[in-house]
């Protein structure tokens, strides 16, 4: 796919997940010619706004869309429904998505006020969650996620399957990626969990898409030229993981903002405190729950 755009520069708009503004932004650096319209992000959108989203694409030269299954609940940003409407226009992205640096971490749905009530948002430690069920003291489950044989045995398999997944959705699309993932997994920081890539992943893949698009970045993009778009919730890598440079036994987090406040300031929470702060969401929850 070549983009011939009608103008000075192209017009871009991208659909996605919280990747979706970033990669928009680092294209918009790559290319200070192109039109970048804002971005759809599918998990916030409504289908009361679909005639004015899909009049906001409608102008665009291309659409990056990251891939959305046909079930997923809002219709029209179905990757089926942008072609249906849009054509080879539409151009499909992968969700970059690996769980090899932290096998551990997980969702837990049926937790409620996750977002308020636990340390990470939405991310859960496994391990943390089946310590405290199984009546572990945070002594002992601090020792237990510092512990590269223990997580080794238990989250040995994970990286390897997490990136054959990634290979397989790849696989209809015209860029890939996933190789250069597990060429480079060992070697440097990918991900700060497992559905944040950090920006220089990002920056190579929107290198790769503009390429397959006919579009030449005029800039490059690396590390230290802005800051990591994704960096809000920083966990350490698994002990057990490929990566062996990476010492860091701390959680970096960013409180979410308040409506009207800026920068919030980020701080460091040790595993101790983690773990302590999970165990006190667990039994809140528990209470919640039994009520």
């Not at 983009?3 to 919280?18: F, L, Q, R, S």
């Not at 499909?92 to 340390?119: H, K, S, V």
């Not at 997580?151 to 990626?177: C, F, H």
């Not at 460091?268 to 919640?288: D, K, P, T």
């Amino acid at each position: 796919m070549v983009v011939t755009p009608g103008g000075d520069g192209p017009t871009i708009a991208v659909v996605g997940n919280c990747q979706a503004r970033p990669l928009a932004q680092i294209i918009q650096a790559m290319l200070p010619n192109a039109v970048l319209t804002e971005p759809v992000i599918v998990h916030l959108a409504r289908p009361a706004e679909e005639e004015a989203v899909m009049e906001r694409l409608s102008g665009a030269d291309v659409i990056l869309a990251q891939l959305v299954a046909d079930n997923y609940p809002v219709p029209f940003v179905r990757n089926s429904a942008l072609k249906e409407a849009f054509g080879e226009r539409v151009f499909l992205w992968l969700n970059l998505f690996y769980r090899g640096y932290n096998p551990e971490l997980t969702y837990y749905r049926q937790m409620p006020n996750a977002d308020r009530r636990f340390p990470l948002g939405d991310y859960h430690i496994r391990t943390v969650y089946e310590a405290f069920q199984a009546g572990l003291g945070v002594g002992e489950t601090v020792a237990r996620l510092a512990d590269p044989d223990w997580n080794r045995q238990t989250y040995g398999a994970v990286a390897a399957e997490s990136l054959e997944e990634l290979r397989r959705r790849e696989a209809p699309l015209p860029v890939k990626i996933v190789d250069d993932i597990a060429e480079r997994e060992a070697h440097e920081r990918l991900f700060f969990t497992f559905n944040h890539p950090a920006l220089q992943l990002l920056a190579d893949y929107a290198a790769k898409l503009l390429g397959a698009l006919g579009l030449a970045p005029r800039f490059q993009i690396v590390n230290g030229m802005i800051g990591e778009p994704l960096s809000q919730i920083v966990v350490p890598v698994n002990p057990g993981a490929a990566l062996r440079s990476e010492r860091m036994r701390s959680y970096r987090i960013v409180p979410r903002a308040a409506e009207g406040a800026s920068g919030p300031r980020p701080f460091l929470l040790s595993e101790a405190e983690v773990v302590e702060r999970f165990f006190v969401g667990y039994r809140q929850s528990e209470a919640r729950i039994a009520s």
